[in-house]
């Protein structure tokens, strides 16, 4: 069964910095590309970073470049997202998942909220 599971986030002001880490089971994660989205409400679910199997290539959409980074440790099947310098626009939950993503692999995801 797969299962991806989100966490690290939380509230935090404008400026600030999470890192978030999702612990993936029950496929071989490694052999994929893996992604972070995020979605706010009444928004689309959309893709904010995402980093190859090997971890030599990596994407950031334009709204987080230079702020977020991705990284992955496939010995231990887990993904991280360290933010910093924290807007309120960045308020959302965020999720991971294979890029481009299963669709049944979905977990909970993790609320991140910016507060000014």
């Known amino acids: 069964q797969v299962q991806l599971v989100e966490s690290g986030g939380g509230l935090v002001q404008v400026g600030g910095s999470l890192r978030l880490s999702c612990a993936a089971s029950g496929r071989t994660f490694s052999r994929y590309t893996m992604g972070w989205f995020r979605q706010a409400p009444g928004t689309e679910r959309d893709l904010v970073a995402a980093?190859?199997?090997?971890?030599?290539?990596?994407y950031y959409a334009d709204s987080v470049k230079g702020r977020f980074t991705i990284s992955r440790d496939n010995a231990k099947n887990t993904v991280y997202l360290q933010m910093n310098s924290l807007k309120p626009d960045d308020t959302a939950v965020y999720y991971c998942?294979?890029?481009?993503?299963?669709?049944?692999?979905w977990g909970q995801g993790t609320q991140v909220t910016v507060s000014s």
């Open positions: 980093i190859n199997w090997s971890g030599a290539s990596t």
């Open positions: 998942n294979a890029d481009p993503p299963f669709p049944g692999d």
